[in-house]
């Protein structure tokens, strides 16, 4: 008689259990967990269940002497081989993928600002070559004596600020600003605005501010994400000089009318 109702019982438990796990893994699944995770809430839905079954279990015998030693030993061995094996099957956070992982984007990064500086200074030389170039033909036709002018060639500065604003979208790409922001029609899942007008609602020194400590501007009608603080106040610490200074300059090219941007606004 008390075995049957032990078994209904069982039998109503696991029902529950596996109900409770399901609806863990759909949530775990609407709210993105990698599916490890969902795998995880499921096996804890399991034991908790086999806890509550087991709080129904009919009273041992009671053990005595070297028996009940034995059964503490037993019991200890078990559940340890239990941990042990779980831990060996289940995936363990490992530090040195981590670090391998920051590692390869602080190598990309490092690798991309140097290539930037040295194209940079490439470009640069080359418009000062062309630049002296020019004064020194214009020296000869016109003879010792005469009244130099000096004619800014196209290419001083123009060849280096294209290197730049190439850089910038690099670093768009590379601090991940897309994950947040749609621009160009591509990114971001509706969590921050999207940024094609930005370059003509933003000065340089504003976007700077915006990037630098993102609490000092609001967009419009982005109070809530604004409050939560959603633009991460990172880019600060994780930017070079170099870095924040072409990803400003490829901002302030956004100059697409046809797109709304949401105006920014002074907070302090
Ligand atoms: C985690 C999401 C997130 C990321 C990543 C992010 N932002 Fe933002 N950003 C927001 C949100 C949300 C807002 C709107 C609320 C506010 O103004 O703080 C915003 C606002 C802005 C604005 C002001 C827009 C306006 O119309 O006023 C600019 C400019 C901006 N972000 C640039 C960037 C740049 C550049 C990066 C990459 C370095 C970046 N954001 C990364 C979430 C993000």
Same mark, same amino acid.
């Given at each position: ?14 029902? &529950? ?10 949530? %775990? ?17 399991? *034991? ?13 015998? !009671?053990?005595?002497?070297? +028996? ?8 200890? *061995? ?6 042990? /094996?779980? %831990? ?10 981590? /670090? ?6 602080? +190598?990309? !990064? +490092? ?6 500086? #040295?194209?940079? *200074?490439?470009? !640069? ?30 290419? %001083? ?14 670093? @768009? ?24 007008? &930005? ?17 000092? @501007? ?17 880019? !600060? ?8 200074? #072409?990803? &400003?300059?490829? *901002? ?17």
């Amino acid at each position: 008689m008390a075995n049957q109702s032990f078994t209904k019982n069982v039998l109503k438990k696991t029902t &529950i259990g596996i109900i409770i796990g399901v609806i863990l893994v759909v949530v %775990a699944q609407q709210t993105h967990f990698p599916q490890i995770f969902q795998i995880m809430f499921f096996i804890y839905a399991m *034991l908790g269940t086999f806890v509550f079954i087991l709080l129904d279990a009919p009273p041992m015998k !009671r053990l005595e002497g070297f +028996k009940a030693l034995g059964a503490l030993l037993v019991f200890y *061995l078990l559940l340890s081989g239990m941990y042990i /094996a779980g %831990a060996s099957i289940l995936p363990q956070f490992d530090p040195t993928i981590e /670090a391998g992982k920051i590692e390869k984007v602080l +190598k990309r !990064r +490092k690798a991309a600002s140097e290539q930037g500086k #040295a194209d940079e *200074l490439i470009a !640069r030389t080359k418009a000062l070559d062309e630049r002296a170039k020019a004064i020194t033909q214009q020296l000869s036709s016109l003879g010792a004596g005469a009244k130099v002018e000096v004619v800014d060639t196209p290419s %001083a500065g123009g060849a280096a600020s294209g290197d730049i604003i190439a850089l910038g979208k690099e670093q @768009w790409e590379l601090q991940e600003c897309y994950n947040c922001h749609k621009l160009f029609g591509s990114g971001g899942k509706k969590r921050g605005p999207i940024l094609d007008n &930005i370059g003509n609602l933003m000065t340089p020194e504003q976007l700077r501010e915006k990037l630098l400590y993102p609490k000092k @501007w609001k967009a419009e009608g982005f109070d809530k994400q604004y409050k939560k603080g959603k633009m991460p106040d990172k880019y !600060r610490d994780l930017m070079f000089e170099e870095e924040i200074v #072409a990803l &400003i300059a490829f *901002l302030s090219t956004l100059k697409d009318t046809s797109v709304d941007t949401p105006k920014p606004i002074k907070m302090y």
